[in-house]
């Protein structure tokens, strides 16, 4: 496992030790501590439990999301993590970004360096603009805020639009980062059903009655229609028509989170849910998968009200992005082909997802099944009848691949039975080295 440090007994002997999922965040957390820092430097632990009566309400059902657990011990080398949402970057032009950095101070550092407005920097979301244009999404830079990603718009939005106890309704599963966000305002998330076409339209309606009938407000629907996190379907064109009858009949807010969109690997774009229903849908885009994550530019679109509203939380959050951040994007947009590069890295991800797939082809035991993604960067994976992805973690763990447990993406804490596998970061060889090793732990455990 690792020069520095022992596994937790849990992780080394799985059968043994093995006491439960709730375990694992914990000995991960403490595993993966010491196996960063080594085992002499490891902070002291404090006992958490007597701040509990300090922390607000609201803060007490957070706990670490099992994929952050994951990550300390699936990035280490010698494990394939099929596990992270991260894009690859290679085919991006790291000397033309540091060249383009290297301009915004010595061009415009006065402005670079500075505080900015709350809504975000004008010539950005001028481009911005441009980026939803290019996908056939219409919108003026007026209509825009600049967010820290799409993850600070998802924030934003729990805080403009829930109180403790709101209904949210969500995709099931839905994205990981979406549901920490709510539930950090105490929504309570109500899942409504996928299958291959996306989220069912008549199931949403049956359940939108059920909340109104028991009193409670619907405060909106979360959706990823495009290649969506962690399904990687995308909702069908009739569907879209639904889902916007629905909305504009019940005065449901949409809460579009479209972070894949110009992925598709044909570069196919579908109509989005703000060209159907605009007065209805809060957008949310980002550049973290068609530029780099590491900027923290993502945005929101909204109708006039909403907006300014928006901007008074954002500027309450942090009083405004990061100046230099939003002058680099700007001129990486404004100068350079960037629709070249979102073609390199759709290229690049639809090489490695057939790799995933012939590989699970290849190696997967009769009963388990997978999408076949047309787009983005996950394969939702369910196992053989009976068999469950948080259990078998650990033995996947020690066979050195990882990826992430189904129920992580279910704020009920269901779907065991499947996981999510992502293609976006390890190169094709690694990527079926990684299924290989994930083939072999779940063929022995079909086998038990
Ligand atoms: N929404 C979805 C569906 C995502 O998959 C992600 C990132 N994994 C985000 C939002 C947030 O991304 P960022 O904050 O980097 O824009």
């Not at 942090?318 to 990061?322: G, H, N, T």
């Given at each position: 496992w690792s020069p520095h440090a022992s596994p937790p007994r849990s992780l080394e002997r799985p059968d043994r030790a093995w006491r439960g999922w709730s375990q694992v965040p914990r000995c991960l957390q403490r595993y993966s501590a010491a196996v960063t820092h080594g085992e002499e430097h490891t902070v002291s632990e404090i006992r958490l439990d007597s701040y509990e009566a300090h922390f607000a309400a609201r803060t007490r059902g957070m706990a670490a999301s099992e994929i952050r657990a994951l990550f300390a011990v699936a990035n280490r080398p010698e494990v394939v993590s099929l596990a992270g949402g991260m894009p690859f970057l290679s085919a991006l032009d790291l000397d033309a970004v540091g060249d383009l950095a290297r301009q915004v101070i010595a061009e415009e550092g006065s402005v670079a360096l500075q505080y900015g407005g709350g809504q975000g920097h004008a010539p950005l979301r001028e481009q911005l603009a441009h980026v939803m244009d290019h996908e056939g999404v219409p919108a003026h830079a007026d209509e825009l805020v600049v967010t820290t990603g799409g993850q600070q718009a998802l924030d934003l939005t729990a805080k403009l639009l829930c109180n403790p106890g709101d209904v949210v309704l969500a995709e099931g599963p839905s994205y990981v980062g979406a549901l920490s966000a709510f539930s950090a305002y105490e929504a309570e998330v109500m899942h409504v059903p996928m299958d291959g076409d996306g989220i069912a339209p008549d199931v949403l309606a049956e359940r939108l009655g059920r909340i109104r009938a028991s009193g409670r407000r619907p405060k909106f629907l979360y959706t990823v229609p495009n290649h969506q996190n962690p399904a990687g379907v995308s909702l069908s064109e009739g569907r879209r028509q639904q889902l916007a009858e629905i909305a504009a009949r019940e005065d449901l807010l949409i809460v579009e989170d479209n972070p894949y969109g110009l992925l598709d690997f044909k570069g196919e774009m579908r109509t989005a849910l703000r060209s159907l229903v605009p007065e209805r849908t809060i957008y949310i885009g980002t550049l973290s998968k068609i530029f780099s994550p590491g900027i923290r530019v993502g945005w929101i679109a909204a109708p006039g009200p909403l907006r300014e509203k928006f901007v008074l939380l954002k500027e309450a959050a942090?009083?405004?992005?990061?100046n230099l951040t939003q002058l680099l994007a700007n001129r990486w947009l404004s100068t350079q082909d960037w629709q070249g590069l979102i073609e390199a890295f759709r290229d690049g991800h639809r090489e490695r997802s057939d790799a995933m797939l012939s590989e699970l082809t290849a190696e997967m035991p009769e009963g388990s099944t997978w999408n076949i993604p047309a787009g983005g960067f996950f394969v939702w994976l369910s196992l053989p009848p009976g068999m469950d992805a948080r259990e078998l973690l650990p033995k996947a763990l020690n066979a050195r691949v990882a990826y992430v447990p189904g129920a992580a993406f279910f704020a009920d804490g269901s779907g065991g039975e499947h996981m999510r596998l992502s293609y976006c970061y390890p190169t094709p060889d690694r990527i079926r080295e990684g299924v290989r090793r994930l083939g072999s732990v779940v063929r022995t455990e079909a086998e038990l």
């Open positions: 942090d009083l405004c992005q990061s």
